[in-house]
């Protein structure tokens, strides 16, 4: 067996599909689905692509796009949709999951896709999105270095750039909004991924013609990964939100709850 043949088996048990920065984007959504054991559960992939989280959670999912090309992954069942209109009845899938996705799509269009995903989803919705100026800038620059290497465009990163990444309050007003709109209880929580930095340093290794280098980006940053998946300090480029459902039992009782406690505050002031 050659070397090459060796390293492709070695990579393929080990780091199947995997790629350094989807792998840091992807871990903390791995993460909290296995925190509250729905590893095993009904999983949408909104904006999933070819592959989505199966390289990191080898498990079959269901997956929305307008786009499959690129590596297949057998775990992903190809849906094809948008994110603004998914096909599919309120509460249908136990998780479900959007990661770099929002700021392909127009501003306009941003607030529907959150109410999508809270209306199907009915334990748990994780959005992994790029957040604020920062990293818009970024993301500008990056696009230029692109276009200067390889005389031009990135598809991807053009859409950024066109697009706009949206703010942290803009992700978190809408789906307040929305969990209202549709009556869901949740606790809501968000925290930072990828320092800056650490993205550009990986980013710029990425946008190289030297064959080396990039080799170096798409197969030796993956043994980094246990000190790059905690890279998550000072200024990142970007934010994990988490909505976490309350069951519709637990819901309804609280609802419940708070009427009595309404009602008996209004026989209280109308008392003498």
Partial sequence: MSLQSKAKNFFDKFFWRQHPEAAIRYFPVVSEIKRLKLTNSKILEVGSGSLGITPYLKKQIDGIDVDFSGPKSPYVNKIKGTATKLPFRKNSYDVVISVDTLEHLEKIDRPKAIAEMIRVARKLAI?????????????????????????EENQFLKEHVKNGLPEVEEILVNIDKFKRAYEKAAKVKSYPNLNLFVRNILMKTWISKNKLIYYMYMKGYLFLLPLLKNANWGNCYRRVFVIEFESPVNSHLESYSNRIEKMKGKNQRGSP
């Fill in 127 to 151: 959005i992994v999105v790029p957040i604020g100026e920062l990293s818009q800038k970024q993301d500008r620059n990056l696009y230029e270095y692109w276009e200067k290497i390889f005389k």
